[in-house]
């Protein structure tokens, strides 16, 4: 997994030691569930999550480079929301920050960069960016990047006791992003 850069931050492989710095936000109601996880309970559940994370290659740490900190996650899964287009090499993009750092502009830098980090460096010909129909804060980032609604689906959040949410689901592809670029 490749360190990626930007201009405030650094998006890197995790770390056991960044345990305290993900509890801090992943204990928090209004961060696991808009990403359809519970909140934590404890740094050890945290440090559970960061192996998991460590195992899959797919899940960066978002840095600050001011405070030398985690104040978020953001991954580039292998995900294909849309079943009609899998021939298309394509991942999802997902992502969580801490409530102390919203309004700064953090989520659209670091989706950005690895926007750019897909096609450019995993030649991927489509990305995807979803969140749930109540979390207008990720419609804005996903419309801020440049990705485009394409449908909405309904989905069982198994972490989440099963509760059944709709996901409206954005794309970008290899075409739209290099004619903004």
């Known amino acids: 997994m490749k360190k990626l850069e930007t201009e405030r931050l650094i998006l890197r492989p995790w770390k056991l030691s960044d345990a305290e710095d993900l509890y801090e936000y992943a204990k928090n109601d209004l961060v696991g569930p808009n990403a359809g996880w519970p909140p934590h309970h404890s740094i050890g559940e945290s440090e559970k999550i960061i192996l998991q994370f460590i195992a899959g290659e797919c899940v960066y740490a978002i840095e600050l480079k001011s405070e030398s900190k ?14 009609s287009l899998e021939h298309l090499k394509q991942r999802e993009i997902g992502y969580v920050l801490n409530p102390n750092y919203w309004g700064n502009g953090y989520v659209p830098e670091a989706t950005q960069r690895l926007i750019r980090h897909g096609f450019e460096e995993l030649n991927l010909d489509l990305i995807w960016c979803g969140h749930y129909s109540d979390n207008l804060k990720s ?19 198994c972490l989440l006791d099963n509760k059944v949410v709709e996901t409206w689901y954005y794309k970008l592809t290899e075409k739209e992003y290099y004619e903004k670029v």
């Open 70 to 83: 985690v104040i978020g996650g953001i991954g580039i899964h292998n995900r294909q929301p849309d079943e």
């Open 139 to 157: 419609k804005r980032v996903n419309e801020k990047c440049g990705f485009i609604f394409h449908f909405k689906k309904k989905e069982t959040l």
